[in-house]
Nanobody, 121 residues
Framework: QVQLVESGGGLVQPGGSLRLSCKAS????????MGWYRQAPGKQRELVAT???????NYADSVKGRFTVSRDNTENTVYLQMNSLKPEDTAVYSC???????????????WGQGTQVTVSS
């Protein structure tokens, strides 16, 4: 019923930039918070950034000042602009969204499939 599709990952040199996108599609009535998480090899998944439907943002300390999360509510899309990338930012980045469907009054959290970001020279 709902799909979250990410794009924009890849290989970048230290100090470089990447922009991730995540578009939600399906029988969506509304989307509350959207966010980005990442998981590096051998580590637990961690929060990167979140954004509410009203635009309030929250960031992990490790990315503050370097990453910017934004969203386009008309396109059901969340973005993650990543600047000044470091090797320790290497991970699989996944988006999520808290969605209410037209067929339900409940809010469910949906996840994308993940996109690899590798920061290396």
């Amino acid at each position: 019923q709902v799909q979250l599709v990410e794009s924009g990952g890849g290989l970048v040199q230290p100090g470089g930039s990447l922009r991730l996108s995540c578009k939600a599609s399906g029988s969506i009535r509304s989307i509350n918070a959207m966010g980005w998480y990442r998981q590096a090899p051998g580590k637990q998944r961690e929060l990167v950034a979140t954004i509410t439907s009203g635009g309030t943002t929250n960031y992990a300390d490790s990315v503050k000042g370097r990453f910017t999360v934004s969203r386009d509510n008309t396109e059901n899309t969340v973005y993650l602009q990543m600047n000044s990338l470091k090797p320790e930012d290497t991970a699989v980045y996944s988006c999520n969204a808290d969605i209410t469907l037209w067929t339900s009054r409940y809010v469910y959290r949906y996840w994308g499939q993940g996109t690899q970001v590798t920061v290396s020279s």
